[in-house]
């Protein structure tokens, strides 16, 4: 008969020594933030270079355009409403200026805690990281809960 707890246990003991204990965990985690940080910027640049390509009169560079504002509204639900969305080259962004700054907090999120700035002591804490929250969140709130108001850019 098979030991199943003992060895759910062996590899249970494998997984926090990785966790709590060993470099090669945190090396893997570094390079995970990494692949997101990368992957965050291609999508944020593509985001940025859609309203430039889909004035292009090649069918390729057209289609990526397209598919990129299709994504915008996909990966984010966004209204991509002209009067709430910069404008680029006459044309505006696949996504409104929320969700720009959304995306670039994310990247920027991912980027910080992996660089060698070192930011004061508070920064790191959970009721100042509500605290930047909070304008997005009462925004949204009072929008789509309690449609006390309609924002603009």
Do not use: K
Not at 22 to 47: C, H, K, Q, T
Not at 63 to 68: K, P, S
Not at 92 to 113: E, K, Q, S
Request: with cysteine; glycine share 10%; hydrophobic share 50%.
């Amino acid at each position: 008969m098979v030991d199943f707890m003992g060895a759910f246990n062996g590899v249970r003991g494998f997984v926090l020594s990785r966790i709590y204990g060993n470099r090669p965990f945190m090396e893997f985690m570094y390079l995970f933030v990494l692949v997101y940080a990368v992957l965050d910027a291609v999508i944020i640049g593509w985001f940025f270079l859609a309203p430039y390509v889909v004035q292009s009169e090649n069918r390729f560079l057209f289609g990526l355009g397209m598919i990129a504002y299709n994504l915008g509204y996909l990966t984010s639900n966004c209204h991509q409403l002209p009067q709430r969305s910069f404008i680029l080259g006459g044309v505006a962004m696949p996504f409104c200026a929320r969700d720009t700054g959304v995306y670039l907090g994310c990247l920027v999120g991912a980027i910080l805690p992996v660089s060698s700035v070192r930011l004061p002591r508070f920064t790191r804490s959970l009721a100042f990281t509500c605290l930047l929250m909070a304008p997005m969140v009462f925004d949204g709130v009072s929008q789509t809960i309690f449609e006390a108001r309609e924002s603009s850019n």
